[in-house]
C-alpha cells in the first residue's frame, strides 16, 4: 500500500464519520486541518506526511463530537492498526492528534508534529472560515447570535462572545513561526468583522 492508498483509506474513514457534522467539524474541517498541518510542516521541519495523518484523524476521538468516546478510541486503533505503517508511524500519529484541542489552550503537544496539527486547527478557527464555523456552531447548539441582555446572570453563551473568549486569543498561542505569520491576516478579519458587526448592530438598536 502507497502513502496515496493510506491517505484514501483515512479519507473514507473520516467522510464516514464526519461527512454529515453540523456544527463546523465535519469532513471539510479534517480536510483543511490535513493540508494546512501537511503544509505547516514543510516550512518547520517536522513531517509532512504525520502532520496531514493526525490532521485528517484529530477530531475523530473528541468526546464532544461522538457519542462514546472509548469506542471511538478502539475503532481508531483498530483502524491504524490495520493500515501498512510501521509502529513508530502509528505512535506518532496518535501523538500528534493528543492535546490538539484548544479547549486545553495552554496544552502544548510535545512533538513538533503535534504544535504543527494544533496550529492547524486553531487556524481553521479564525479567519472567513472561523467566522462561519463560529455561527454554524452557534446555530446547531441554538445559541444567540449576540444579545445586551444579561442571561441567568453571567457572560452572555452567544456566538459573538465566543469571539471574546477564544477566538481573539487563539493568534498568541500559535506555535511555529508559519502559523504566527498565517494567523495575522486571519486574525485582522475576525478584527474587522466584530467592528463591521458592532456597527450595524449600534446602527438600529
Ligand atoms: P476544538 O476543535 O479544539 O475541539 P472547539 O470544538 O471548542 O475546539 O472549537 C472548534 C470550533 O467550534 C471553533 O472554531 C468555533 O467556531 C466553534 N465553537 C466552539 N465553541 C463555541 C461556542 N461556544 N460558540 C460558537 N462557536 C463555538
Ligand atoms: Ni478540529
Same mark, same amino acid.
Request: with cysteine; proline share 3%.
Given at each position: 500500500? +502507497?502513502?496515496?492508498e493510506?491517505? +484514501? +483509506?483515512? $479519507?473514507?474513514?473520516v ?11 465535519? &469532513?471539510?474541517? !479534517?480536510?483543511?486541518v490535513?493540508? !494546512? #498541518?501537511a503544509?505547516?510542516?514543510e ?12 490532521g ?8 464532544k ?8 478510541k ?6 491504524? &492498526? ?5 509502529t513508530? #508511524? $502509528? ?5 500528534? !492528534?493528543?492535546?490538539? +484541542?484548544? $479547549? ?5 503537544? &510535545?512533538?513538533?508534529e ?5 496550529d492547524?486547527?486553531?487556524?481553521d #478557527? ?19 447570535l ?11 453563551? %452567544?456566538?459573538i462572545q ?8 487563539? $493568534?498568541?498561542? !500559535?506555535? %511555529?513561526?508559519?502559523a ?23 446602527s438600529?438598536?
Open positions: 500500500m +502507497s502513502q496515496e493510506i491517505r +484514501s +483509506s483515512v $479519507k473514507e474513514y467522510a464516514a464519520i464526519f461527512q454529515e457534522e453540523p456544527t463546523g467539524h465535519d &469532513y471539510e474541517h !479534517m480536510k483543511r490535513a493540508n !494546512m #498541518a503544509y505547516i510542516a516550512h518547520e521541519g517536522a513531517d509532512p506526511f504525520i502532520c496531514e495523518m493526525a485528517w484523524l484529530h477530531d475523530v476521538t473528541d468526546g463530537l461522538t457519542d462514546d468516546e472509548n469506542q471511538a478502539e475503532n481508531l486503533h483498530t483502524f491504524l &492498526y490495520k493500515l501498512p505503517l510501521d513508530h #508511524a $502509528k505512535n506518532a500519529i496518535l501523538a500528534a !492528534m493528543k492535546d490538539v +484541542s484548544f $479547549k486545553g489552550k495552554h496544552i502544548i503537544p &510535545y512533538t513538533i503535534g504544535k504543527v496539527v494544533q492547524a486547527d486553531r487556524l #478557527a479564525i479567519g472567513a472560515i472561523g467566522i462561519a464555523r463560529t455561527f454554524a456552531f452557534g446555530g446547531n447548539k441554538e445559541q444567540l449576540h444579545t445586551e441582555v444579561e442571561q441567568n446572570g453571567s457572560e452572555p453563551g %452567544t456566538s465566543h469571539f471574546y473568549d477564544k477566538l481573539l486569543h487563539l $493568534k498568541g498561542y !500559535m506555535n %511555529t513561526p508559519t504566527i505569520s498565517l494567523a495575522e491576516e486571519r486574525h485582522a478579519i475576525l478584527e474587522k468583522f466584530l467592528q463591521d458587526f458592532h456597527t450595524e448592530w449600534n438600529f438598536s
